[in-house]
């Protein structure tokens, strides 16, 4: 491969790393790799052709596409959450017709790594790639509730913003809150981090126990949850984790 060949591929991978942050249109993405914007252009149009890309919709933002995800999966062969957890996703979408995710705890972020959309024509808007502080979200008040004590009192000792006036950030009512939540399985939100949003959220538990993550349903709160279904709807959620889970541990275990 001459120089040049090198240098795109460098340029290419600058491209997708700084993708990994969140999704970006390119103006954004050549300002922060230092690229001029008709090479940025170049260089994702080549990327979303081979499928390490996607845009949404014309003059959208790009973001990591699913032939990266695939591989980035296939680096770790049976644990890959990703990888366990998308079937699942794709069926909570067939039963509710809303959004379903998955998401990390990440020192006080949550990470939102993959997401299924349905095929509606108002829907909750892709997150991949984006991390919020956990307190704001459900998959993030999940995962919170499911911390060691100590690593709980270093999150609550600092400031909690507030995305919406619903977002909980007073540092003892939310210590309730996720003892609550620990104890149900799941939680509800509703419009503490955007307006007009409702959400639910379950862990995703590990094959010794830790909860590796957590899967969540997003959609517009006129809609989302209907009348008198939120029970049931929380339950659907709950047992996609589980059974997230238990597919992870069991490819886990063909794999030792």
Do not use: N
């Amino acid at each position: 491969m001459g120089v040049s060949g090198v240098q795109s591929v460098e340029r290419a991978f600058a491209v997708l790393r700084c993708l990994a942050g969140g999704p970006a249109g390119v103006s954004a993405i050549a300002e922060r790799v230092g690229l001029p914007k008709s090479t940025v252009s170049r260089l994702l149009s080549t990327l979303q052709d081979v499928g390490a890309v996607e845009q949404a919709g014309a003059g959208g933002d790009y973001r990591v596409g699913g032939g990266l995800i695939d591989i980035a999966a296939g680096a770790l062969p049976g644990r890959s959450l990703i990888a366990a957890a998308r079937p699942h996703l794709a069926e909570l979408v067939d039963a509710l017709d809303e959004v379903a995710g998955l998401s990390v705890f990440d020192v006080q972020d949550v990470v939102y790594v993959e997401q299924v959309s349905a095929d509606r024509h108002v829907q909750v808007r892709d997150w991949t790639g984006e991390r919020i502080p956990a307190h704001m979200v459900s998959s993030g008040l999940v995962l919170l509730a499911h911390l060691d004590d100590s690593e709980l009192d270093r999150y609550l000792a600092r400031p909690l913003a507030g995305a919406t006036g619903r977002t909980v950030t007073e540092p003892e009512q939310l210590r309730k809150r996720l003892a609550t939540i620990a104890g149900d399985g799941f939680v509800w939100t509703f419009d503490e981090y955007v307006p007009g949003v409702s959400s639910v959220a379950a862990p995703v538990v590990g094959a010794d126990g830790p909860v590796l993550a957590a899967v969540h349903v997003h959609g517009p709160s006129y809609r989302f949850p209907e009348a008198g279904r939120a029970p049931a709807i929380a339950a659907l959620v709950a047992e996609a984790g589980r059974r997230i889970g238990a597919r992870l541990a069991s490819a886990e275990a063909l794999a030792k």
